[in-house]
């Protein structure tokens, strides 16, 4: 069993930046994906980025390129997104997930935390 607690969320003004935390206990997760997605109030959840295993294959949503880097300590088990200009429309509830594969898709992981709230204010 993975368990996963998000941390790192707050509020913040448009253009600030701030550093989520995914930190992993009980199965290690050294070896699977690691992704972040978020779900906006009355929105659906959608994929924000993901990391191999290795930490050297990302992916990233179109809306997050350029502003957001994902990074992983695997001696930590954890992974990092580091959000920098962020915008109000960043506002969600942002959730990490392992899986398998580096997938835009929610069904491809399989442990999922909690969640921690990001406010940005305009």
């Known amino acids: 069993q993975v368990q996963l607690v998000e941390s790192g969320g707050g509020l913040v003004q448009a253009g600030g930046s701030l550093r989520l935390s995914c930190a992993a206990s009980?199965?290690?997760?050294?070896?699977?994906?690691t992704g972040w997605f978020r779900q906006p109030p009355g929105k659906e959840r959608e994929f924000v980025a993901a990391?191999?295993?290795?930490?050297?294959?990302?992916r990233y949503a179109d809306s997050a390129k350029g502003r957001f880097t994902i990074s992983k300590d695997n001696v930590k088990d954890t992974v990092y997104l580091r959000m920098n200009v962020l915008k109000p429309e960043d506002t969600a509830v942002y959730y990490c997930?392992?899986?398998?594969?580096?997938?835009?898709?929610?069904?491809?992981?399989?442990?999922w935390g909690q969640g921690t709230q990001v406010t940005v204010s305009s």
């Open positions: 997930a392992v899986g398998f594969s580096l997938s835009n898709y929610g069904g491809a992981y399989d442990y």
């Open positions: 009980g199965r290690s997760v050294s070896t699977r994906v």
């Open positions: 990391i191999h295993w290795n930490g050297f294959l990302t």
